[in-house]
């Protein structure tokens, strides 16, 4: 490159054909201008809308238009073919994206062999010989007989390694939650002591309600999560190599990083007009669908996170029942209602089911239909806005006001339990609250099938039920799920407020609580329903997963 | 064999395929070549149904195509479909036996079929249950 600014000093003919991005963003064009010392002028850059770096190799190759000089991406073996010299970045203005060997975990164990290729390739993949690397493949397959690599076809998977900085706030959530917490227990005192539920409590220190070790362990694992905050969670991205859709670009790696032997990428993995080569280039595209199946043999990182989750939640529910906690104020509220709870969770439990599956049972024929024909859309969609933005008790009470009026113009009907209170009308405006979610997306979800792939079933003899059973429901599943996980969700939380009916559930201590004044008997019903909300989203949630997996293969 | 005789099909009063006639022998290599929107993909799809023909008959075999059940004869007629032909949550194994299995064929036949039917196209062994 700094021949090459000499070469321009001098007055030198140059004509580069390159992507308006690499034209227009600082850290291309004009971080090379700025660190060399030159100028391009308009009409000495030739100057493309894509990023297609076969078109500018060949143009360069080829004088197309003047053209004498190209941006090219890749490590593509092109570059020495087509007789081009990669120009050296020795002034370090970009920087380096350098590849590093990594895979799908359980892609890397599907193909031993690869990994162990990646890893030996990259140990000496640099900007020299990593055209080459890939040139020996195509001298296997076309004969070229230019490049003199020593380097074995990587079939593996690429992942860059974010490398900037591995220690800084990663985690923000994480950090204003332990300094408020830190501060909380240096202030306010750890926990408050009431001889009982009427009066407000004394509050205590950590000093004064824990033993010495007790306080050591708290603050101990209180350091671990403030340093959970600090640490990089070791993000990759996964990229693909070949073609155009490199992206790696070690023919552009010029500067390392200084005592680093190993090459290490900056953060800049997400560049669009990289994102349309890797979808344009089949070859990316075989390995992108490897890479969804890789993914998606392996085991969720859900179930990692999953796992520490239902350690915790054991060993806290281990010490419930050891009764470490039964001196708090929510123990005793519940020792005091222990059937009670029993019942009111069963019956919150109830309630939901009763009426995601009914609103299921009613939504899915309709979201089928408003699938098939668009003209059902408009009415059955007529003014989404309406429901969705109510505030929580409004359509509650909008169908309990109905409920009643059938209730009382209809004594059958009465009579059977759909009356002004108590569990039927709960049920009824549940019903019709989950109903919207679980139309639109079985709607949804059938409309985003592919056509093409319909249209294949169709072609091979397959009835339209068949047609619907195997072809539209299976690839529809993952958005009927989701909406299936928003719903059940809803549902657990507005069922609190069907206590106000009469229909009993979690929201009976909610608002007996509020009647009362007793926080702690409004815990006992909201806590509850919060955990009960986490397990179902992350039962549906799994659900999904597994079942997406069981599609993929 | 397929014959087609004077088939028309116009969508909104205009023909896109006006009184066609052609025949195919059988065992014949037939290229339709035309511009686009010339009426092959509609020509195509008439003869195995995925488009109603409005006049004309089409036979394949001797047979009036209108005269089977559109799915009977979707099943005996191969039909690559333009850009994605492929079911995208099923194997390799599953589309390549999906006929088949609509035949009812038994399992262990399919099966075998559709091994041999993998070996012809790729000259490589390829791993069917992905």
């Not at chain 1, 500018?56 to 007789?83: F, K, P």
């Not at chain 1, 340093?227 to 990759?236: E, L």
């Not at chain 1, 043999?297 to 060993?315: E, L, Q, Y």
């Not at chain 1, 309630?351 to 003209?375: D, N």
Request: hydrophobic share 45%; glycine share 12%; with cysteine.
């Amino acid at each position: 490159m700094s021949d090459l600014a000499g070469y321009l000093a001098r007055g030198g003919r140059i004509r580069l054909a390159a992507s308006a991005e690499f034209v227009e963003s600082p850290s291309a064009l004009p971080s090379f201008e700025a660190t060399y010392g030159f100028r391009l002028s308009g009409d000495q850059l030739l100057t493309l809308s894509g990023g297609n770096t076969a078109a500018t190799l060949r143009a360069a190759a080829e004088a197309m238009s003047g053209v004498n000089a190209a941006m090219a991406y890749g490590t593509d073996g092109a570059i020495a073919a087509l007789g081009l010299t990669a120009l050296e970045d020795d002034k370090g203005a970009q920087v380096v994206y350098a590849p590093a060997p990594g895979c799908p975990r359980s892609g890397a164990a599907a193909a031993p062999r690869d990994r162990k290729a990646a890893r030996s390739g990259f140990r000496h993949l640099d900007a020299r010989n990593a055209p080459a690397a890939q040139c020996r493949d195509r001298r296997r397959r076309r004969g070229c007989r230019r490049c003199r690599g020593g380097l074995s076809e990587i079939e593996a998977l690429l992942a860059v390694t974010s490398a900037r900085g591995r220690i800084g706030i990663h985690n923000r959530v994480l950090l204003t939650l332990m300094v408020a917490g830190t501060v909380a227990v240096a202030v306010a005192g750890f926990v408050s002591y009431a001889p009982n539920r009427l009066l407000s409590g004394q509050p205590i220190t950590l000093w004064e309600a824990a033993s010495g070790p007790a306080v050591a362990g708290i603050g101990l694992l209180g350091a671990m999560l403030l340093a959970a905050a600090f640490i990089s969670p070791g993000k990759t991205a996964v990229l693909c190599p070949g073609g155009a859709g490199g992206g790696l670009a070690p023919a552009r790696a010029g500067r390392r990083r200084a005592g680093g032997e190993r090459p290490v990428a900056r953060r800049e993995t997400r560049r669009p007009h990289l994102a349309r080569h890797r979808i344009l280039d089949p070859r990316c595209m075989r390995r992108a669908r490897h890479c969804r199946r890789a993914a998606a043999r392996s085991v969720p990182a859900r179930w990692h996170s999953s796992s520490t989750a239902g350690a915790i939640v054991a060993g806290v529910a281990a010490l419930a029942v050891a009764g470490i906690f039964d001196a708090l104020s929510i123990a005793r509220e519940y020792a005091s209602r222990r059937l009670l709870f029993a019942d009111a969770l069963s019956r919150h439990v109830a309630l939901v089911a009763g009426s995601v599956g009914l609103a299921v049972v009613i939504g899915f024929p309709l979201g089928v239909v408003a699938a098939r024909s668009p003209r059902l859309q408009s009415p059955l969609f007529a003014d989404p806005q309406s429901t969705a933005d109510h505030s929580v008790d409004r359509p509650l009470r909008a169908a309990d006001r109905a409920a009643l009026g059938v209730g009382g113009s209809l004594p059958q009907l009465a009579a059977i339990g759909v009356g002004g209170i108590g569990v039927a009308p709960a049920i009824i405006a549940l019903v019709l609250y989950a109903l919207l979610p679980v139309v639109r997306n079985t709607a949804v979800g059938l409309a985003g099938v592919d056509r093409a792939v319909i249209e294949a079933g169709r072609g091979m003899g397959l009835t339209s039920r068949q047609i619907f059973r195997q072809v539209e429901l299976p690839l529809a599943l993952p958005v009927l799920l989701a909406g299936l996980r928003i719903v059940t969700v809803q549902a657990i939380g507005l069922a609190v407020v069907a206590a106000l009916i009469g229909a009993g559930g979690l929201g009976t201590f909610v608002f007996e609580g509020l009647g009362q004044y007793a926080v702690d008997l409004v815990l006992l019903g909201a806590l509850p329903a919060i955990f009960l909300a986490l397990a179902a989203d992350f039962l549906l949630q799994t659900l999904s997963a597994v079942l997406r997996r069981h599609l993929a293969q | 064999m397929i014959e087609i005789d004077e088939v028309t099909k116009s969508y909104g009063g205009r023909p896109v395929v006006d009184r066609l006639s052609l025949s195919v022998g059988a065992g014949a290599f037939c290229v339709l070549l035309g511009s686009s929107g010339c009426g092959k993909s509609t020509t195509l799809r008439m003869i195995n149904r995925l488009i109603p023909i409005d006049s004309g008959v089409i036979r394949v075999g001797g047979e009036d195509v209108t005269q089977v059940p559109a799915e009977a004869l979707r099943r005996r007629i191969g039909y690559a479909i333009q850009s994605i032909g492929l079911f995208p949550h099923w194997t390799v194994e599953d589309n390549i036996a999906t006929v088949p299995r609509l035949l009812n064929w038994r399992q262990a036949r399919v099966r075998d079929q559709s091994h041999r039917a993998a070996r012809t196209v790729s000259s490589r062994s390829c791993d069917l249950s992905q």
